[in-house]
């Protein structure tokens, strides 16, 4: 497998590439999975619904959102894409993710009532496994973080990690990819749990074989500090290794 940027099948589009913390470039997280016509939206983070619309491919074309776990970088856009999708004559959504999503929608539709009913709506908890959504196969794996969640594979095309720490199970569980997005919030400097550093990172990669690694869910303390990061990473780590950005599309062979 291998990653370029001319015709092939699968495309990955960044819709968001930062936090918690605004960086005023990087809205929260979000990434696009296309493949022959299907569509697949990978969390929900705040401004991902603006960047849906500045991609070409519009809210109406996302009836499925997949979650990685339910922090609120990764889910508030859920309800303003579902109010979005009501007016303009959208009928569905369908929403996947991890235990507890059932109850999160619920609860989000009990404090926005106005909004139940509007579309038909598909709410399914998926575990660590294998499942299809939205005509995907998808391998999911628990990932070590502060709220319990999932990272998934599809196929030996695309790794996406969520929210995590970085660890050999999970480096393990990309191995063989055409392209892993993960999670780098921090530089070295930050003391952090729940959330890999440059070097955790590149010390968790060491020695496997992934086509491309993605940096993404960054905080506005990574600005100004990408190349030491990439160099961090690298002392441990000798593959392609590059920060994602917002709006920017991959396509993976
Ligand atoms: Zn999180
Ligand atoms: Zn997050």
Request: aromatic share 6%; proline share 3%.
């Amino acid at each position: 497998m291998g990653v370029r940027d001319g015709e092939t099948s699968m495309r990955v589009t960044f819709l968001g590439t930062g936090s918690a913390m605004p960086t005023g470039d990087r809205f929260q997280s979000g990434l696009l999975v296309q493949d022959e016509g299907r569509t697949l939206l990978v969390d929900c983070g705040s401004g991902v619904l603006h960047r849906l619309q500045q991609s070409g491919v519009g809210y109406e074309s996302v009836s499925t959102v997949l979650l990685t776990h339910h922090h609120l970088d990764h889910v508030a856009d859920l309800l303003p894409l579902l109010k979005a999708r009501w007016l303009a004559g959208e009928e569905t959504l369908t929403v996947v993710g991890p235990s507890g999503t059932k109850a999160l929608v619920d609860d989000l539709l009990d404090v926005h009532d106005y909004l139940d009913g509007r579309v038909d709506l598909s709410v399914r908890e998926v575990h660590p496994g294998e499942f299809s959504v939205a005509g995907f196969d998808v391998r999911a794996r628990e990932v070590r973080h502060s709220k319990y969640g999932l990272a998934y594979r599809f196929d030996d095309r695309l790794t996406v990690s969520g929210d995590t720490e970085a660890f050999a199970g999970l480096a393990s569980f990309a191995e063989g990819s055409g392209l892993l997005v993960h999670d780098c919030s921090f530089p070295d400097d930050v003391e952090v749990d729940n959330h890999p550093t440059p070097s955790s990172l590149g010390r968790a990669l060491s020695g496997r074989e992934i086509g491309r690694v993605y940096l993404t869910h960054l905080y506005p303390h990574t600005e100004g500090r990408h190349d030491e990061m990439l160099e961090s990473v690298g002392t441990h780590y000798d593959g392609d290794v590059r920060f994602a950005e917002d709006l920017t599309t991959v396509r993976i062979d």
